[in-house]
């Protein structure tokens, strides 16, 4: 029964999140009370999530260590430079909304990457071996690359942000992957059972962070808007990018399914959370805004993919 809800919940998730935002700016007042919970939920989300793996999973890489470098590169440094322009020449005096939108670019790829990459049939190891390596990473990637970009105009404290990640992130994966090779992979089966909380756990940590910025967005205007638009834009110039260099680089199609997901998507719930906990309110409109589009854009370039992917098998099939 806890698989046929965990199953209904993945398909509608698209939709629970802007529900969960747009109940978060109503109930604001009863909601910010409790915000002190975001990071142990967000915690148990992760532990939840990291029971089905292993430390085996890590060798996909150092089988094929290309794709994880240009993955890096492209969350780290490629996509938050562009952030960073694209913010100083359309909100040049907003400095608050510039740091919004390079942390929405800079958090790791996204633990939900995975489960795309098992719909679209990629390289499961490799997919697995690029999230717990950023994962592991992001720590210490995150925090100075933000001080890099805005750390002249905003305040970061970059040890709290470091802290935030371990307590959110590494620590609870290593202590699911730890559980699993404990248990002889027993573990993942609890990991399932719990995976329907997870996701009501991630729709109350999308709520309560839509309690703090409802000042922000409770009055719709074309600022807003644009705001809206230009996250956007971004995260759908993220997985264009991911699959133009899968294909440059002339991976089979099990890898260019795994570079598509693990570089477009984010795991914009952490980025809610840091900015939400380490920031002030306006920070994290950009990044809340993110979530809105994170699941849509994921299946629309999923599809796109997949189509495209079928006219050149039957084109090779002709040429044949």
């Known amino acids: 029964m806890l698989q046929t809800i965990n199953r209904q919940l993945e398909k509608w998730m698209p939709v629970i999140t802007p529900i969960s935002v747009l109940a978060g700016v109503l109930l604001a007042e009863n909601l910010i009370e409790i915000t002190f919970l975001i990071p142990w939920l ?4 992760t532990l939840t999530g990291s029971l089905g793996s292993n430390f085996s999973s890590l ?15 492209l969350l780290h440094l490629v996509m938050p430079s562009i952030a960073w322009i694209v913010g100083q020449s359309v909100y040049a005096n907003d400095h608050m909304t510039i740091t919004g939108l390079v942390l929405a670019s800079v958090i790791p790829t996204g633990i939900t990457s995975f489960i795309w990459v098992t719909i679209y049939k990629g390289n499961i190891g490799l997919a697995l071996s690029i999230i717990l390596f950023d994962t592991m990473l992001s720590p210490f990637l995150v925090p100075f690359t933000l001080s890099y970009f805005v750390g002249q105009k905003v305040q970061i404290n970059v040890l709290d942000i470091m802290y935030g990640l371990f307590f959110m992130v590494v620590i609870p994966s290593l202590l699911g992957m730890m559980t699993n090779h404990l248990t002889k992979g027993r573990s993942a089966k609890a990991g399932k059972t719990l995976a329907p909380f997870s996701k009501l756990a991630l729709a109350s940590v999308v709520m309560i962070n839509g309690a703090v910025i409802s000042p922000y967005i409770k009055v719709f205007n074309v600022r807003l808007l644009m705001i809206a ?15 133009i260099l899968g294909i440059l680089l002339k991976r089979d199609r099990e890898t260019q ?24 309110p306006a920070v994290a409109v950009p990044v809340v805004l993110g ?16 189509v495209i992917d079928q006219k050149q098998s039957i084109k090779n099939e002709v040429s044949a």
């Open 42 to 45: 967000f915690a148990f989300m």
């Open 59 to 73: 060798k996909g890489v150092i089988k094929k260590p290309l794709p994880l470098f240009v993955i890096i590169l």
């Open 229 to 243: 638009f230009t996250v956007f834009l971004l995260a759908c110039l993220g997985y264009f990018i991911a699959w």
């Open 257 to 280: 399914i795994v570079m598509l997901f693990t570089g477009g998507m984010r795991n914009i719930s952490a980025g809610a959370v840091i900015a939400v906990q380490y920031f002030p």
């Open 291 to 306: 979530m809105l589009f994170q699941q849509i854009l994921a299946s629309l370039f999923g599809f796109l993919f997949h």
